[in-house]
Every structure is written in C-alpha cells, then in structure tokens.
C-alpha cells in the first residue's frame, strides 16, 4: 500500500496531477490565475450587513471581554 499515488484534479484547468508543490493546484500558472481572480474580486465570501443594534451589541462584547468600558 505505501506504492499508491495520490492524484487530485486542479481546480483551475481540471488536469490530474500528483504534484504536491502547487497543491491544490498543477502549477505555479494555475496558482497565479486562481491568486488573480481573488485580486479581480473574481471570488468573494458573502457577507450579512448587520443593523445598528446589532453592532452596538458585538462593540459591547468585544469590550466587555477585553475589559474595556467606553
């Protein structure tokens, strides 16, 4: 069992590759095309726009557990 070679697709271009230097990835190309597109805004990570009370509730938190009082 210690022969088997491990293989993934790359997520860029999807060619099977053991390589482990780029991994994820089959290349420092498709590691530079997937870094630009995060730099285009390409990719982004959803996020929930709080309301005020919201807010004042994790500032108060996060002062409370720091030990500050404002």
Request: charged fraction near 30%.
């Amino acid at each position: 069992m210690d022969n088997v070679i491990k293989t993934h697709k790359c997520p860029i271009c999807h060619k099977l590759c053991n390589d482990d230097k780029y991994a994820p990835f089959c290349s420092k190309r498709c590691a530079d095309i997937d870094l630009g597109r995060w730099f285009n805004g390409d990719y982004s990570v959803p996020a929930e726009t709080l309301d005020e009370m919201e807010t004042e509730g994790l500032y108060e938190a996060m002062n409370h557990e720091h030990g500050s009082q404002n």
